[in-house]
Protein backbone atom coordinates (compact mmCIF):
# COMPACT_ATOMS: atom_id res chain seq x y z
CA UNK A 1 0.00 0.00 0.00
CA UNK A 2 3.01 2.20 0.85
CA UNK A 3 4.62 1.60 -2.27
CA UNK A 4 1.73 2.24 -4.71
CA UNK A 5 1.24 5.71 -2.43
CA UNK A 6 5.11 6.45 -3.37
CA UNK A 7 4.57 5.11 -6.84
CA UNK A 8 1.63 8.03 -7.13
CA UNK A 9 3.46 10.74 -5.43
CA UNK A 10 6.43 9.98 -8.05
CA UNK A 11 4.22 10.04 -11.21
CA UNK A 12 2.48 13.28 -9.86
CA UNK A 13 5.68 14.69 -9.18
CA UNK A 14 7.50 14.14 -12.73
CA UNK A 15 4.46 15.48 -14.27
CA UNK A 16 4.53 18.98 -12.57
CA UNK A 17 8.30 19.04 -12.94
CA UNK A 18 8.47 18.43 -16.51
CA UNK A 19 5.48 20.67 -16.66
CA UNK A 20 7.75 23.29 -15.32
CA UNK A 21 10.24 22.24 -17.54
CA UNK A 22 8.03 22.63 -21.01
CA UNK A 23 6.55 25.86 -19.47
CA UNK A 24 9.84 27.82 -19.36
CA UNK A 25 11.31 26.17 -22.45
CA UNK A 26 7.59 28.35 -23.88
CA UNK A 27 8.54 30.95 -21.77
CA UNK A 28 12.20 31.24 -23.13
CA UNK A 29 10.60 30.64 -27.24
CA UNK A 30 8.47 33.67 -26.86
CA UNK A 31 11.08 35.58 -24.76
CA UNK A 32 13.39 34.94 -27.54
CA UNK A 33 10.74 36.01 -30.04
CA UNK A 34 10.21 39.24 -28.74
CA UNK A 35 13.98 39.94 -28.69
CA UNK A 36 15.06 39.32 -24.76
CA UNK A 37 17.89 37.41 -25.40
CA UNK A 38 18.87 37.38 -21.49
CA UNK A 39 15.29 36.32 -20.56
CA UNK A 40 15.71 33.61 -22.68
CA UNK A 41 18.57 32.39 -21.62
CA UNK A 42 17.27 31.91 -18.09
CA UNK A 43 14.30 30.24 -18.81
CA UNK A 44 16.22 27.76 -21.10
CA UNK A 45 18.71 26.95 -18.41
CA UNK A 46 15.82 26.73 -15.66
CA UNK A 47 13.76 24.57 -17.58
CA UNK A 48 16.31 22.40 -18.77
CA UNK A 49 17.21 22.45 -14.99
CA UNK A 50 13.84 20.99 -13.94
CA UNK A 51 14.13 18.93 -16.77
CA UNK A 52 17.55 17.72 -15.61
CA UNK A 53 16.31 16.78 -12.13
CA UNK A 54 12.72 15.20 -13.24
CA UNK A 55 15.04 12.66 -15.16
CA UNK A 56 17.22 12.01 -12.45
CA UNK A 57 14.34 11.11 -10.35
CA UNK A 58 12.81 9.06 -13.27
CA UNK A 59 15.93 6.70 -13.36
CA UNK A 60 15.96 6.27 -9.91
CA UNK A 61 12.52 5.10 -9.61
CA UNK A 62 12.59 3.37 -12.78
CA UNK A 63 14.82 0.37 -11.25
CA UNK A 64 11.98 -0.83 -9.45
CA UNK A 65 8.78 -3.15 -11.06
CA UNK A 66 6.40 -0.63 -9.92
CA UNK A 67 7.52 2.30 -11.29
CA UNK A 68 7.66 0.50 -15.08
CA UNK A 69 4.45 2.76 -15.66
CA UNK A 70 5.94 6.02 -15.74
CA UNK A 71 4.73 6.36 -19.24
CA UNK A 72 1.61 7.36 -17.46
CA UNK A 73 2.92 11.23 -17.16
CA UNK A 74 4.33 11.20 -20.16
CA UNK A 75 0.98 10.79 -22.39
CA UNK A 76 -0.46 13.19 -19.47
CA UNK A 77 2.17 15.86 -21.01
CA UNK A 78 1.89 15.16 -24.65
CA UNK A 79 -2.14 15.53 -23.63
CA UNK A 80 -1.15 18.96 -21.49
CA UNK A 81 0.87 19.90 -24.47
CA UNK A 82 -1.29 19.44 -27.65
CA UNK A 83 -4.36 21.44 -25.73
CA UNK A 84 -1.94 24.26 -24.74
CA UNK A 85 -0.31 24.24 -28.67
CA UNK A 86 -3.77 24.72 -29.72
CA UNK A 87 -5.17 27.05 -27.24
CA UNK A 88 -2.09 29.05 -28.22
CA UNK A 89 -2.93 28.81 -31.86
CA UNK A 90 -6.55 29.94 -31.77
CA UNK A 91 -5.52 33.28 -29.61
CA UNK A 92 -3.33 33.92 -32.43
CA UNK A 93 -0.06 33.53 -30.35
CA UNK A 94 3.65 33.63 -32.13
CA UNK A 95 3.92 30.57 -34.38
CA UNK A 96 7.42 29.33 -32.91
CA UNK A 97 6.02 28.98 -29.20
CA UNK A 98 2.95 27.08 -30.78
CA UNK A 99 5.29 25.07 -32.51
CA UNK A 100 7.44 24.40 -29.87
CA UNK A 101 4.63 23.18 -28.20
CA UNK A 102 3.65 20.63 -30.63
CA UNK A 103 7.06 19.42 -31.07
CA UNK A 104 6.85 18.72 -27.12
CA UNK A 105 4.06 16.96 -27.36
CA UNK A 106 5.34 14.43 -30.17
CA UNK A 107 8.82 14.21 -28.00
CA UNK A 108 6.74 12.78 -25.13
CA UNK A 109 4.06 10.62 -27.62
CA UNK A 110 7.09 8.85 -28.41
CA UNK A 111 8.90 8.42 -25.18
CA UNK A 112 5.74 7.16 -23.97
CA UNK A 113 4.67 4.74 -26.54
CA UNK A 114 8.25 3.56 -25.86
CA UNK A 115 8.17 2.85 -22.85
CA UNK A 116 4.60 1.61 -23.04
CA UNK A 117 5.95 -0.65 -25.60
CA UNK A 118 8.72 -2.29 -22.99
CA UNK A 119 6.86 -2.68 -20.50
CA UNK A 120 3.80 -4.59 -22.58
CA UNK A 121 7.02 -7.05 -23.87
CA UNK A 122 8.60 -7.22 -20.30
CA UNK A 123 5.11 -8.43 -19.03
CA UNK A 124 3.90 -10.77 -21.41
CA UNK A 125 4.04 -14.39 -19.58
CA UNK A 126 6.67 -16.51 -21.03
CA UNK A 127 4.35 -19.69 -20.68
CA UNK A 128 0.97 -20.01 -19.31
CA UNK A 129 0.59 -23.23 -17.80
CA UNK A 130 -3.30 -25.13 -18.68
CA UNK A 131 -5.32 -24.77 -15.86
CA UNK A 132 -5.92 -28.47 -15.81
CA UNK A 133 -1.92 -29.03 -15.13
CA UNK A 134 -1.17 -30.82 -11.67
CA UNK A 135 -1.51 -27.41 -9.20
CA UNK A 136 1.88 -27.88 -7.56
CA UNK A 137 3.24 -27.86 -11.22
CA UNK A 138 2.08 -24.85 -12.70
CA UNK A 139 2.80 -23.41 -9.99
CA UNK A 140 6.71 -24.21 -10.17
CA UNK A 141 5.96 -22.97 -13.93
CA UNK A 142 4.32 -19.80 -12.44
CA UNK A 143 7.18 -18.89 -9.97
CA UNK A 144 9.56 -19.30 -13.12
CA UNK A 145 7.76 -17.07 -15.26
CA UNK A 146 8.11 -14.80 -12.95
CA UNK A 147 11.80 -14.66 -12.08
CA UNK A 148 12.48 -14.76 -15.95
CA UNK A 149 10.64 -11.60 -16.50
CA UNK A 150 12.00 -9.72 -13.56
CA UNK A 151 15.48 -11.02 -15.71
CA UNK A 152 14.38 -9.11 -18.54
CA UNK A 153 13.51 -6.11 -16.56
CA UNK A 154 17.09 -6.02 -15.39
CA UNK A 155 18.75 -6.34 -18.07
CA UNK A 156 17.33 -3.25 -19.58
CA UNK A 157 18.74 -1.65 -17.06
CA UNK A 158 21.92 -2.69 -16.84
CA UNK A 159 24.98 -1.87 -19.03
CA UNK A 160 27.89 -4.08 -18.17
CA UNK A 161 28.65 -6.32 -21.24
CA UNK A 162 29.54 -9.20 -19.32
CA UNK A 163 27.17 -9.31 -16.91
CA UNK A 164 24.83 -9.51 -19.84
CA UNK A 165 26.48 -12.30 -21.07
CA UNK A 166 25.66 -14.29 -17.90
CA UNK A 167 22.32 -12.83 -17.53
CA UNK A 168 21.74 -13.65 -21.33
CA UNK A 169 22.87 -17.21 -20.72
CA UNK A 170 21.05 -17.97 -17.70
CA UNK A 171 17.98 -16.11 -19.05
CA UNK A 172 18.14 -19.00 -21.83
CA UNK A 173 18.73 -21.68 -19.73
CA UNK A 174 15.63 -20.79 -17.42
CA UNK A 175 13.12 -20.40 -20.35
CA UNK A 176 14.50 -24.13 -21.63
CA UNK A 177 13.98 -25.63 -17.74
CA UNK A 178 10.58 -24.21 -17.73
CA UNK A 179 9.64 -25.51 -21.17
CA UNK A 180 10.36 -29.00 -20.07
CA UNK A 181 8.39 -28.99 -16.90
CA UNK A 182 5.57 -27.57 -19.49
CA UNK A 183 5.69 -30.95 -21.56
CA UNK A 184 6.70 -32.65 -18.49
CA UNK A 185 4.67 -31.67 -15.71
CA UNK A 186 5.20 -35.04 -13.69
CA UNK A 187 8.74 -34.06 -13.23
CA UNK A 188 7.80 -31.10 -11.57
CA UNK A 189 9.89 -32.13 -8.40
CA UNK A 190 13.06 -32.44 -9.71
CA UNK A 191 12.90 -28.60 -9.48
CA UNK A 192 12.75 -28.26 -5.55
CA UNK A 193 15.94 -27.48 -4.77
CA UNK A 194 15.78 -24.94 -7.73
CA UNK A 195 13.43 -22.91 -7.74
CA UNK A 196 14.52 -23.10 -3.44
CA UNK A 197 18.11 -22.05 -3.42
CA UNK A 198 19.77 -21.16 -7.00
CA UNK A 199 16.74 -19.24 -8.64
CA UNK A 200 15.95 -17.46 -6.09
CA UNK A 201 20.05 -16.49 -5.06
CA UNK A 202 20.36 -15.66 -8.65
CA UNK A 203 17.85 -13.00 -8.77
CA UNK A 204 19.50 -11.94 -5.31
CA UNK A 205 23.00 -11.46 -7.40
CA UNK A 206 20.79 -9.64 -10.00
CA UNK A 207 19.02 -7.10 -7.86
CA UNK A 208 22.05 -6.58 -5.55
CA UNK A 209 23.75 -5.54 -8.94
CA UNK A 210 21.31 -3.12 -10.29
CA UNK A 211 21.39 -1.87 -6.83
CA UNK A 212 25.21 -1.46 -6.34
CA UNK A 213 24.93 -0.19 -9.89
CA UNK A 214 23.01 2.75 -9.44
CA UNK A 215 24.62 4.31 -6.02
CA UNK A 216 25.58 7.81 -7.14
CA UNK A 217 28.84 6.97 -4.78
CA UNK A 218 30.24 3.47 -4.45
CA UNK A 219 32.69 2.80 -1.56
CA UNK A 220 35.33 0.15 -1.44
CA UNK A 221 32.22 -1.94 -0.25
CA UNK A 222 30.00 -1.53 -2.99
CA UNK A 223 33.11 -1.69 -5.36
CA UNK A 224 34.30 -4.71 -3.76
CA UNK A 225 30.55 -6.55 -3.92
CA UNK A 226 30.32 -5.58 -7.48
CA UNK A 227 33.47 -7.07 -8.36
CA UNK A 228 31.99 -10.52 -6.71
CA UNK A 229 29.07 -10.90 -7.91
CA UNK A 230 30.07 -11.97 -11.86
CA UNK A 231 31.82 -14.92 -9.80
CA UNK A 232 28.68 -16.04 -8.37
CA UNK A 233 26.73 -15.48 -11.71
CA UNK A 234 28.99 -17.71 -13.04
CA UNK A 235 28.79 -20.73 -10.85
CA UNK A 236 24.51 -20.03 -10.81
CA UNK A 237 25.43 -20.86 -14.87
CA UNK A 238 27.32 -24.04 -14.22
CA UNK A 239 24.09 -24.66 -11.76
CA UNK A 240 21.44 -23.80 -14.20
CA UNK A 241 23.40 -26.22 -16.58
CA UNK A 242 23.81 -29.30 -14.73
CA UNK A 243 20.01 -28.48 -13.81
CA UNK A 244 19.04 -28.79 -17.10
CA UNK A 245 21.30 -31.45 -18.06
CA UNK A 246 19.75 -33.81 -14.88
CA UNK A 247 16.23 -32.90 -16.61
CA UNK A 248 17.14 -34.85 -19.85
CA UNK A 249 19.17 -37.34 -17.62
CA UNK A 250 16.11 -39.86 -18.07
CA UNK A 251 15.26 -39.08 -21.95
CA UNK A 252 19.04 -40.16 -22.43
CA UNK A 253 18.68 -43.91 -20.95
CA UNK A 254 14.66 -44.09 -23.01
CA UNK A 255 17.25 -43.74 -25.90
CA UNK A 256 19.75 -46.16 -24.94
CA UNK A 257 16.69 -48.14 -23.80
CA UNK A 258 14.90 -47.99 -27.21
CA UNK A 259 18.32 -48.00 -29.11
CA UNK A 260 19.18 -51.55 -27.63
CA UNK A 261 15.85 -53.07 -28.49
CA UNK A 262 16.20 -51.73 -32.46
CA UNK A 263 19.62 -53.54 -32.14
CA UNK A 264 18.01 -57.24 -30.24
CA UNK A 265 15.17 -57.25 -32.87
CA UNK A 266 17.32 -56.61 -35.91
CA UNK A 267 19.56 -59.53 -34.50
CA UNK A 268 16.63 -61.54 -34.42
CA UNK A 269 15.50 -60.68 -37.42
CA UNK A 270 18.91 -61.42 -39.12
CA UNK A 271 18.93 -57.16 -40.15
CA UNK A 272 21.84 -54.78 -39.96
CA UNK A 273 24.51 -57.80 -40.45
CA UNK A 274 25.63 -57.54 -44.21
CA UNK A 275 26.93 -53.79 -45.46
CA UNK A 276 24.49 -52.01 -47.08
CA UNK A 277 26.08 -50.97 -50.40
Known amino acids: MIDKFVALIVKLALF ?7 FMFVVGA ?34 TTIYHNLH ?14 ASLLSIGIEMPVVILCFVLTAINLIWAKT ?14 PSKKMEP ?23 TDPAILDQLHNIGTISVQIIEYVEK ?8 NKFMDYYLPTTMQFLEDYLSFSQ ?9 EAMAKIPEGLSKMETAFEEQLNNLYADKVLDIDSE ?9 IEGLGSKDTF
Open 215 to 223: KAVKGENIQ
Open 16 to 22: FIWSLAY
Open 115 to 128: LSDRKRKQSRRVFE
Open 184 to 191: HPQQHTKL
Open 72 to 85: VPLYALALMGFVVG
Open 136 to 158: EARKVILAGCEHIQRMRQIRVEI
Open 30 to 63: SLMYEGDVGGFLVAVVFGALAWYFGLRLYKKRTS
Open 259 to 267: IAVLQQKMT
